[in-house]
C-alpha cells in the first residue's frame, strides 16, 4: 500500500531531521537513533524518510530498510486517526484475543500494522497493556473496551466510522 | 602459523585461517553450503548462516561452523564424528521442511548446491513437514527472475551486490520466519538501482535467483516463417563445452556452429565481426577525442551492466563513455539494414538472436535507445546456459559434432575482437588498430600483456607517435566505482578505460556455465580466447576484409553520418537511490 508523503508539508521536520543527522553522522552506529528520531518526527517511516536517511548518511537505502525492518519498533505505514490496539498478552490470549484481531482485520479489510488506505483506521497488536483483569482488552484511542467478544467488534468500530460506505463489511 | 590437528592429522596455517581452510589444506572434504570464497576477486561470504559445516572439537560440547571458526593452537577438531554428521544431517532436513523441493521442474536442476547435498547425505524423505514460507516471484525485469520460495538466505548475493559489485541492491529485509532477500522497500527489480550483470545469480547456491529464460521463445521464431539470425559473443565458445562434460576452456567454435544450423537458424553469424566493426568506430571516436580535444578519457560502452551503472551512480558523466553501441547490438542494426538489404527482405521479416554469455544483454536488448521504429536491433538474448539447454532438448550429440564455419557475410573476424570476451581485451583490440591509424606503420607485437590478467584494476602507458597513452582496465564493478571516482576528482589522467561488469569479463559472464565458486575455470576460459587469437592471421580488427567491405559498400566512413545513425547510441540519467 502506497501513502504518499509530502515532503512539502513536511519541510519543518525534514529539516530538523536533516540537522539530527548532519550533527551525528560520524557517530558509530548512528543508523538505528537516526531512525528513531525520524519515526518520532513523522510516527512511522516513509519511503522518502528512508531515502533521506540514506542520503545523509551516505549508506546504501537498501540497508537503511533492511535494519529498519529487522527491528520491530519501527512502522511503516502512518497511523490511522483511530489507531486501534488489540492487546495479545497472555490473559488476554487465553480469553480469544487472536479471534477478536481476526475480526478487526476482515472488517477494516487490512492486516495488524497496517492502515487503511483513508487513513481512518489502522491495526497495532500489542503486549499486555496492564489490565489482565479486564480481558480480552481493546483500546481506541485513548478509549478502553474490557472484556470485548467478537460480536462487539462491529460496533465498537462503528462508533468511531465517519462514512458508513466505506466499509462493505459493516 | 597456527598448529592444530583434524581427523588426527596435524597441519599449521597462518593465524586467522578457518577450520575450513586448513581442512582445505589437508585435503579433508567438509560440506559447506552458504560459504563461498572467490579470492581472485576478494569475494568472501562469511554469513555462516547453514550451520552445514559443522565440525566437533574435542573437549567442546557445542558444535563449531567450519567456515567461520578462525583456528587457534591445538586444537583438535573432529569432521568425522556420529555428532557432526547427525547435526549436518538434520540441518539439511530442517532446510528442506522450508523449501518446495520441486527440484524437476526447477531452473537450477542439476546445479543446484541444495540438491547436491540432499544428495550426498541420502536423504530420502521431508522429516519435518510444515509451512514454507512463500514469496510472490519477481518477474519484473528481462534479465533476473527472483523466486524468494526458493532461498536458503545464504547472503551470497548481497555480498556480491554489495562489497564487489558496490551497487547495494540486496538486503536481508524483515526478522524470523518472515525474512527475505530483497530490495529496498520490496521494490521489483526493475525499478531499483540493479545494472543486470546477474553476478548475485551467479553466485546463488540455488534456484531463488535465476535468468530469464528465453527458450521457448527461440523455438517459437525457428518455428516462424521468419528468417532467424543467430550471432554468437566471443566467451560463448569457450564455456559451452563444459556443459558438455568437455574440458574447462575447449575452444568449441566449430561444433557450436554445427549445433545451431541443426537447431534451425537460418543463419549463423559471428558477434566477432561486429566486435572488429565496434573497434573501428571506437577507435575512431578516441582518436577524433584526442585530435579535436574531446572529452577524455573515453570509456568503453560495451557492457551494459556497465552502462546502466554510470547511469544510476555517475549520472553527471554521461559524456565519457564512448557512444559506441555493444557489439551485438551493432550487429542487430546492421543484421536490419545491411543484410535485409542485399538479401531484399524488410526488416520485420528478420529475427535476430543472439546468443550471449550475459545476462544484461537481455534487459539491453529492450532498450527503447536499441531500437529502430518498432524494430529492436536484437529481438532475443540467450545465455550460454540456454543455448546448452536447447542442444540438449534437440537431443544433438556436443561433443560428436563435425566444425563448421560461420555463415557470411558477417560471420568473419580477426584475433582482435576473439579476445573481447576476456578482461582487457577490447581496449587491447582498440590499441592494436589505434596505433596503426595514428603512426601508419605496421604494430609488430600486437600483445599487450600488462592489460590482461585478472588483477581488479590494471594501468599501462604506451607510447604512439611520441604521444603517451595512459590506459586502465577495470573489472567489477566496485574496481570500475574506484576509478570513476579518481576521475570525478580530477586525480586520474587516462585517454582510454575499460570497463566490465562481470569479475574477468564476459568470460566470467552471468550466463556462463556456473563457476560453483571455482575462479581458476576463468583463467583456462581467458587462455582459450587467447589461443584463438594467437591462431589467426588477421589480428586487427582493421584488416577484417568484409569490414572493409561494408564501410566501402554500406557505411562510408568510420565514425561518419551513417555509422552515427546506426552504430551509435545514447544515454540516460537514472535515479541513484
Ligand atoms: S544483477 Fe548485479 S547489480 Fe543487480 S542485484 Fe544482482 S549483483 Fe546486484
Ligand atoms: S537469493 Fe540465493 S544467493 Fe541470495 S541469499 Fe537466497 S539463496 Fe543465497
Ligand atoms: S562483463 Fe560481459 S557478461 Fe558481464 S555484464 Fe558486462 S557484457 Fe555482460
Ligand atoms: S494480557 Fe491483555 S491486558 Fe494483560
Ligand atoms: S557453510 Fe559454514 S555455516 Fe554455512
Known sequence: MDFKFDIEKNMEKVRCLETFIEKNRQVPGVLIPVLQEAQGLFGYLAREVME????????????????ATYYTQFTFMPKGENDISICLGTACYVKGAQEILEEVQNILGIKDGETTPDLKFSITSTRCVGDCSLAPVVLVNDDIYPNVNKKEVKDIIAKYKVEVECYDHL | MIKLTINDKEVSVPEGSTILDAAKQLKIKIPTLCHMSLYDIQFF????????????????????????????????????????????????ELLLSDHPNDCLICAKNGDCELQKIA?????????YPGEIATFPTDNSSKSIVRNMTKCILCKRCETMCSSIQTVDVLTEIGRGFDTVMGAAFNLPMDETTCTFCGQCLAVCPTGALSEVNNVSKVWDAINSDKVVIVQTAPAVRVALGEEFGMEVGSLVTGKMVGALRRIGFDRVFDTDFAADLTIIEEASELIHRIQHGGKLPMLTSCCPAWVKFFEHQFSDMLDIPSSCKSPHEMFGALSKTYFAEKMGLKAEDIIVVSVMPCVAKKYEAARPELSEGSSSDVDIVITTRELALMIKEASIDFENLDDKEFDNPLGESTGASVIFGATGGVIEATLRTAYEFLTGKTLENVEFSSLRGMQGIKEATIDINGMSINIAVSHGLGNARHLLEKIRSGKANYHAIEIMACPGGCIGGAGQPFHHGDLSILDKRMNGLYKEDRGKTLRKSHENPMIKKLYDEFLGEPYGEKAHELLHTTYVARKKI
Open chain 1, 52 to 67: 533521506i536517511i540514506a542520503r545523509g548518511l551516505d549508506v546504501p537505502v537498501s540497508k537503511v530498510f533492511g535494519v
Open chain 2, 45 to 92: 561470504n562469511q554469513s555462516a548462516s547453514c550451520r552445514v559445516c559443522v565440525v566437533e572439537q574435542e573437549g567442546r560440547n557445542n558444535l563449531l561452523p567450519a567456515c567461520a571458526t578462525p583456528v587457534s593452537e591445538g586444537m583438535k577438531i573432529r569432521t568425522d564424528t556420529k555428532k557432526a554428521i547427525r547435526a549436518r544431517r538434520t540441518i539439511v
Open chain 2, 119 to 127: 544428495a550426498d547425505l541420502g536423504i530420502r524423505e521431508i522429516k
